[in-house]
């Protein structure tokens, strides 16, 4: 079946930097677009980021524009994002989907505090 596992995540302080990675297995990794969503306490969850399957251009939300980049290797079956300048406001649970597969990971969190 789809497995989505993430990676990556942590305490970090404001102005740092994180990697997340997704990594998916059974299913043809590069045949999908794939996203990044985040959800903190008490807020709507937010589509964070999105790449198409290949060679496309990915899209992001306003938050986060400039400050973060979505990539992935086809070859190692794994989605990233590199989340740069963090914010408190980045604090979250991020998780990586496969929108079309109605597949999810099981999230990470990442806390942004001095």
């Known amino acids: 079946q789809v497995q989505l596992v993430e990676s990556g995540g942590g305490l970090v302080q404001p102005g740092g930097s994180l990697r997340l990675s997704c990594e998916g297995s059974g299913y043809s990794f590069s045949y999908y677009d794939m996203t990044w969503y985040r959800q903190a306490p008490g807020k709507e969850r937010e589509l964070v980021a999105v790449i198409p399957r290949a060679g496309g251009r990915p899209n992001y939300a306003d938050s986060v524009k400039g400050r973060f980049t979505i990539s992935r290797d086809n070859v190692k079956n794994t989605l990233y994002l590199q989340m740069n300048s963090l914010k408190s406001e980045d604090t979250a649970r991020y998780f990586c989907?496969?929108?079309?597969?109605?597949?999810w990971g099981q999230g990470t969190q990442v806390t942004v505090s001095s």
């Open positions: 989907t496969v929108p079309t597969l109605r597949a």
